[in-house]
């Protein structure tokens, strides 16, 4: 301490494991656990759907991970090379396409909802950026494609 009260830095000891914020950030510290937590995610992902409701979020995956909101989102952004939103989209479209090619008896906006999206609008501009078509012209075009392979 100086003479006017004020901590000196030599007066300050550094913890033996100090890591800085920059080194903490550069790698993800559970990455030798990663593909374990890629299996979990994806098995959960593919047995209880939770990408079909649609208030499913990013701290929903706590559920089945010892990970919090941070750590989540860099399992994703450096584990999948995405963020969440696109991992869960992938998940959403490729019910939709199962749906569209699946039952013909569902409207669009029944498919939408089925696969979680929040509403048809919303479906419909992530399907056509998705396939450059929209869903009802995917269906059609699909289903004829089916029936000459046929």
Known sequence: MDTDGRYQLEDCEMEPNFISEKESN???PFADKLPEYKDK???WMQTEKPH???DFKLT???EILPLNRSYLSR??????GENFYRFVMRYRMTESK???LSR??????NVADLSGFSSPSVFGRAFTQEMNCSPLQWRERETCTKKQDA
């Open 26 to 28: 550069s790698k993800f």
């Open 52 to 54: 079909l409701r649609k």
């Open 60 to 62: 929903d995956a706590m």
């Open 98 to 100: 199962r749906l569209l």
């Open 41 to 43: 995610l994806e098995q």
């Open 104 to 109: 013909p008896d569902l409207t669009i906006t």
């Open 75 to 80: 399992l994703f952004n450096e584990g999948y």
